[in-house]
């Protein structure tokens, strides 16, 4: 009897972990707002020209050199999107990730790289003004993908 009893709460215990855990991950309460800032261009998208070196191969597959044994490259040029978005104090990498791939309908695999910074607030000396404190996340995609926020928004 007692230990039918400790499996039930122990059976217990998980489904209120993984209710919590469903009920920490809603993805529209980690991403509050895209974030506008001078550098961004229409609708929260930052495109930057990465110049990158691509080293040329001969008909066998093996790179091309030169006298001296360095390898021949080329530089292409690729466009890369960057998005800001203000995002929940408490929500990591992998939550922005999740969300930004649910809210906007992207792979997470076409997801670069994401940098996460706090903001501190900002204390005026006339009338006690002060700025909030916030989290900010930048997310990088990978060349040629876009998110469509007009869709959203």
Same mark, same amino acid.
């Given at each position: 009897?007692?230990?039918?009893?400790?499996?039930?709460?122990?059976?217990?215990?998980?489904?209120?972990?993984?209710?919590?855990?469903?009920?920490?991950?809603?993805?529209?309460?980690?991403?509050?707002?895209?974030?506008?800032?001078?550098?961004?261009?229409?609708?929260?998208? $930052? =495109?930057? /020209?990465?110049? #990158?070196?691509?080293?040329?191969?001969?008909?066998? @597959?093996?790179?091309?050199?030169?006298? !001296?044994?360095?390898?021949?490259?080329?530089?292409?040029?690729?466009?890369?999107?960057?998005?800001?978005?203000?995002?929940?104090?408490?929500?990591?990498?992998?939550?922005?990730?999740?969300?930004?791939?649910?809210?906007?309908?992207?792979?997470?695999?076409?997801?670069? $790289? =994401?940098? /996460?910074?706090? #903001?501190?607030?900002?204390?005026?000396?006339?009338? @006690?003004?002060?700025?909030?404190?916030? !989290?900010?996340?930048?997310?990088?995609?990978?060349?040629?993908?876009?998110?469509?926020?007009?869709?959203?928004?």
């Amino acid at each position: 009897m007692g230990l039918l009893y400790k499996l039930k709460l122990k059976r217990r215990a998980e489904k209120v972990k993984e209710e919590k855990l469903l009920k920490k991950f809603d993805p529209t309460s980690i991403i509050i707002a895209p974030l506008q800032t001078e550098k961004a261009g229409p609708y929260w998208e $930052k =495109i930057i /020209t990465v110049k #990158v070196k691509k080293p040329v191969y001969d008909k066998d @597959g093996n790179k091309k050199r030169d006298e !001296k044994g360095r390898v021949i490259t080329e530089i292409e040029e690729r466009q890369i999107a960057k998005y800001t978005f203000i995002v929940d104090r408490n929500a990591n990498k992998n939550d922005i990730k999740k969300a930004i791939s649910m809210i906007y309908g992207i792979s997470e695999s076409d997801i670069a $790289k =994401i940098n /996460t910074m706090r #903001v501190p607030p900002k204390y005026r000396a006339y009338r @006690g003004l002060v700025r909030k404190p916030y !989290k900010k996340a930048i997310v990088t995609l990978k060349p040629g993908k876009r998110l469509k926020i007009m869709d959203v928004a």
